[in-house]
């Protein structure tokens, strides 16, 4: 497993916050078992330690069924006015039970009352990524090097 830097760490939580007005900078992208894509903008998402990011199942319908079929995955988050980011890559899953998910509820709930959103959009499952490489995504010459 790679664990993210400071840095890179909040970079994710300064672009996932609400005061970003639900500007969608995080990206999860998946591929079928025949290796058909879907890259789908993320809201909600955090990260849970310094390898896991969590990402609310509200709408994850061709992303599920991919999960299911091929566990691999990327998640990029962008910071469009510092034209920075990062790309993890790594193993997703979605637990329907248990701590992770009750976690994940709670989040929503908490987000979507924030936000003003109500009734909450709550989840179905939470997605759990588990990170195994980290690269850049910024222009420049060190575009798609891997970092850890």
Do not use: W
């Amino acid at each position: 497993m790679a664990k993210p830097t400071k840095e890179m760490e909040n970079l994710f939580k300064e672009q996932t916050m609400l005061t970003k007005k639900q500007k969608f900078c995080v990206y999860l992208a998946t591929a079928s078992k025949d290796g058909v894509p879907n890259v789908v903008p993320i809201g909600g998402s955090r990260l849970l330690d310094n390898e896991t990011i969590v990402i609310p199942d509200n709408y994850l319908n061709k992303t599920k069924k991919n999960i299911e079929e091929n566990p691999k995955a990327a998640i990029v988050v962008t910071d469009e006015e510092k034209h920075d980011g990062y790309q993890f890559k790594g193993e997703i899953k979605i637990e329907y039970s248990g701590p992770i998910f009750e976690d994940t509820e709670k989040f929503m709930r908490d987000f979507c009352k924030a936000a003003g959103i109500d009734p909450p959009i709550l989840p179905r499952g939470a997605a759990v990524f588990t990170i195994e490489e980290i690269y850049a995504i910024k222009p420049g010459e060190e575009a798609g090097k891997r970092l850890i």
